[in-house]
């Protein structure tokens, strides 16, 4: 009887365990840091862009447009960085793997198909994704999310 009711009570214990999710998440601070970075980067390179941080599950974190940069640019970043959480790779390489579809992918509300969003990465874990957008082609606006990345890389790694 006592082993009927010892594996009863383990079963039980084993069936909960999996009720609950641990997730890591980015810091807002940490957040608004890289738009930051990622602003600044640009800004030394002569380009006005917006940068956006948003979560694993797309919620944007941080958002800083530098003082010329389109209002568009906003809406630019934050769906480039969409359809980084959307395919867990970089957007560019998203759109490069995915040419057949992107056009329909474009049309998805809230993912943007182009260059400048990027993974946000650290112990295997995909905490989130920064866009840039507002330089003159993607591959300036990866750039400039690439440099804040970078700068914080290390720090993501050894976060607890």
């Known amino acids: 009887m006592d082993f009927l009711v010892f594996g009863l009570l383990l079963f039980s214990l084993t069936a909960m365990a999996g009720d609950l999710v641990t997730v890591k998440r980015l810091s807002p601070d940490l957040a608004l840091e ?8 640009c800004r030394a390179d002569g380009y006005q862009v917006t940068a ?6 797309g919620a944007e974190i941080a ?3 530098d003082v010329y940069a389109s209002r568009f640019t906003i809406q630019i970043a ?7 959480i959307l395919s867990a790779v970089s957007s ?3 759109r490069d793997n995915r ?11 809230g993912v943007l198909v182009l260059q400048g969003g990027l993974p946000i990465t650290a112990g ?17 606006d990866e750039a400039c999310a690439r440099k804040a990345l970078d700068q914080f890389q290390e720090r993501l790694e050894f976060a607890e």
């Open 92 to 94: 560019g390489q998203f």
């Open 34 to 41: 890289m738009v930051k970075s990622a602003v600044a980067a």
């Open 78 to 84: 934050r769906e480039k960085a969409n359809a980084v």
């Open 52 to 57: 956006v941080v948003v979560s694993g599950d």
């Open 99 to 109: 040419r057949d579809i992107q056009q329909e992918m474009n049309h998805v509300d």
């Open 63 to 65: 958002l800083m447009r």
């Open 124 to 140: 295997g874990y995909q905490l989130g994704a920064i866009g840039v957008s507002g330089a003159p082609g993607g591959e300036r």
